[in-house]
């Protein structure tokens, strides 16, 4: 009897996990026990009010000004990015050997699809020769992100991308544009368009900072 109650304990403590894994109060940067994801997304909304100044006092007119631009393909990537943000960027290039790593090798990305249709921010020419980089869509930071969110259309975005992560960063940023406020202004999708879209470009382009 004291093994079953013991058993019945266990299963009632992993539900009770799950539950709280699925609940939208989850901080899914409680996933990275070194704070880099947390410094990161303060780095990168940091860069981004700094940059739109005119627009600081309105947030959702900033994040919308930042996913038109990177849609048009007319962002300015000399003018956004702090040092600290570019540091940030080579930071994770080496942290992308575990199957929970927020990017991994495209080489070890289990996928079928072709790489040959690609972002002009996130996959460089055939002939570079220098690893290329894709965000982990089937990790588990992601994965929280999408789970413990309430929006049907960030979660149609992020299934899209587990299938084909070669849509180029402009598109992501158009259907993410077409967000509700209320659903773009949530941590979930604020956390996507911080590392899906701005580190993602920075890790292609930070050799050029020096």
């Known amino acids: 009897m004291p093994q079953k109650i013991r058993s019945l304990v266990l299963i009632c403590i992993c539900f009770l996990a799950i539950a709280r894994m699925q609940s939208q109060d989850f901080n899914c940067s409680n996933l990275d026990n070194t704070g880099f994801i947390d410094q990161a997304?303060?780095?990168?909304?940091k860069d981004l009010y700094?940059?739109?100044?005119?627009?600081?006092?309105?947030?959702?007119?900033?994040y919308r000004k930042f996913l038109t631009e990177v849609a048009s393909l007319s962002i300015d990537l000399r003018k956004i990015p702090s040092k600290?943000?570019?540091?940030?960027?080579?930071?994770?290039?080496?942290?992308?050997?575990?199957t929970n790593s927020i990017w991994v090798k495209l080489s070890d990305y289990e996928s079928n699809e072709a790489?040959?249709?690609?972002?002009?921010?996130?996959?460089?020419?055939?002939?570079?020769?220098?690893?290329?980089?894709?965000?982990?869509?089937?990790?588990?930071?992601?994965q929280c992100l999408k789970n413990t969110?309430?929006?049907?259309?960030f979660k149609d975005i992020v299934t899209i991308l587990e299938n084909d992560g070669n849509i180029s960063t402009s598109?992501?940023?158009?259907?993410?544009?077409?967000?509700?406020?209320?659903e773009i202004l949530k941590s979930q999708v604020k956390?996507?368009?911080?590392?899906?879209?701005?580190?993602?470009?920075?890790?292609?382009?930070?050799?050029?900072?020096?």
């Open 191 to 210: 956390k996507f368009v911080a590392f899906d879209i701005y580190y993602s470009i920075l890790m292609v382009i930070e050799r050029a900072f020096g």
């Open 149 to 153: 969110s309430n929006s049907e259309d």
């Open 50 to 62: 700094n940059h739109y100044q005119s627009f600081s006092s309105d947030p959702i007119k900033v």
């Open 115 to 142: 790489t040959d249709s690609s972002s002009p921010y996130t996959n460089p020419k055939k002939d570079n020769k220098e690893e290329i980089y894709t965000f982990n869509y089937r990790g588990g930071f992601i």
């Open 41 to 45: 997304f303060e780095t990168f909304e």
């Open 171 to 182: 598109l992501i940023a158009q259907r993410l544009y077409y967000m509700t406020d209320a």
């Open 84 to 98: 600290d943000a570019i540091d940030l960027a080579r930071l994770f290039k080496t942290k992308t050997t575990s």
